[in-house]
């Protein structure tokens, strides 16, 4: 069974960096592509970042040149590395993958990443 684990969320001031990990763990056939999410109290899941099989990334416009996700796949594990934490960073942040033949989307659990001015 294929699971997804984050770790490296914390409480930071503003300023501050934090790395994020997602371990893949379970057989995996294919790999699609990896994401990182995040969800604020009261607003909606958005995509934060995502990275294709090919290394080709995208950033939301709010963490473009702060945020930056990369992959090992010797490791299979998804990083994010977050500079520069602003206030509005502050959600649950969740690695997703879309995997298999199907390239069905499986989701950790998510960590919370705090920021305080």
């Known amino acids: 069974q294929v699971q997804l684990a984050e770790s490296g969320g914390g409480s930071v001031q503003a300023g501050s960096s934090l790395k994020l990990s997602c371990a893949v763990s379970g057989y995996v056939l294919r790999n699609c592509g990896m994401y990182w999410y995040r969800q604020a109290p009261g607003k909606e899941r958005e995509l934060v970042s995502s990275?294709?099989?090919?290394?080709?990334?995208t950033y939301a416009d709010s963490v473009k040149d702060r945020f930056f996700i990369s992959q090992d796949n010797f490791k299979r594990t998804l990083y994010l590395q977050m500079n520069s934490l602003k206030t509005e960073d502050t959600a649950v942040y969740y690695c997703?993958?879309?995997?298999?033949?199907?390239?069905?989307?499986?989701w950790g659990q998510g960590t919370q990443v705090t920021v305080s001015s």
């Open positions: 997703a993958a879309d995997l298999q033949l199907t390239c069905t989307k499986y």
């Open positions: 990275i294709s099989t090919y290394g080709t990334t």
